[in-house]
């Protein structure tokens, strides 16, 4: 497995750095609609737990109101018609167009394209000391922008069914199934389902 991984790492920055290029047009797109929209920071930052336990700042494009997690249901989105989310956060959502920042993520080595979601760091468990032993084995691996979980039960199911998928995923991996759920992503952007709890 140790080669897979290493072989993993490498894709992961050449992918990336290749498809920041190869987008670039889409999210200079993206981020003036965002602008206009709505006034607020176009790039929505927060602390994520990361490999290990370590904490890191992941990106998003703005889909939601300035202060939404501090406002309403905080962090749970019950459906798409939360007042918060704005007019292209809608569509941004629905096509998964708001995660394409975190290219930057996978290139920096802060996340990896396939892995575990990073969760926030004081949910579901506050903070990674406080994760049950055996789900912290999630935290082997760098979080991903898809994983086994977005193209299975998504937000369908508790976070702790939804954490023994990741560990399903840790436990069975390899390069092809990682190709897998890419293909899987790609299919899951049009036809998307299981995107609010």
């Known amino acids: 497995m140790k080669f897979q991984l290493i072989l993993k790492g490498f894709f992961d920055r050449l992918l990336s750095g290749l498809g920041i290029i190869f987008i670039l047009p889409i999210l200079a797109a993206i981020a003036i609609a965002i602008k206009i929209d709505t006034d607020g920071d176009i790039i929505f930052k927060q602390k994520r737990i990361g490999q290990n336990g370590r904490t890191f700042k992941i990106y998003k494009f703005r889909t939601m109101v300035v202060n939404a997690e501090n406002i309403g249901d905080g962090l749970t989105v019950k459906n798409e018609s939360d007042a918060r989310i704005?007019?292209?956060?809608?569509?941004?959502?629905?096509?998964?167009?708001?995660?394409?920042?975190?290219?930057?993520?996978?290139?920096?080595?802060?996340?990896?394209?396939?892995?575990?979601?990073?969760?926030?760091?004081?949910?579901?468990?506050?903070?990674?000391?406080?994760?049950?032993?055996?789900?912290?084995?999630?935290?082997?691996?760098?979080?991903?922008?898809?994983?086994?979980?977005?193209?299975?039960?998504?937000?369908?199911?508790?976070?702790?069914?939804?954490?023994?998928?990741?560990?399903?995923?840790?436990?069975?991996?390899?390069?092809?199934?990682?190709?897998?759920?890419?293909?899987?992503?790609?299919?899951?952007?049009?036809?998307?389902?299981?995107?609010?709890?």
């Open 86 to 197: 704005t007019k292209v956060g809608h569509f941004l959502r629905k096509t998964s167009l708001d995660e394409l920042p975190q290219l930057f993520n996978v290139f920096l080595g802060d996340m990896s394209l396939v892995g575990p979601r990073p969760p926030v760091t004081y949910f579901p468990y506050d903070g990674y000391e406080n994760y049950p032993s055996n789900f912290k084995k999630r935290f082997v691996f760098k979080p991903g922008i898809t994983g086994l979980t977005q193209t299975t039960v998504r937000n369908s199911v508790s976070w702790p069914e939804r954490i023994k998928v990741d560990l399903k995923y840790i436990e069975n991996y390899s390069i092809f199934l990682d190709i897998k759920i890419l293909f899987d992503t790609v299919i899951k952007i049009f036809k998307p389902e299981s995107i609010y709890n």
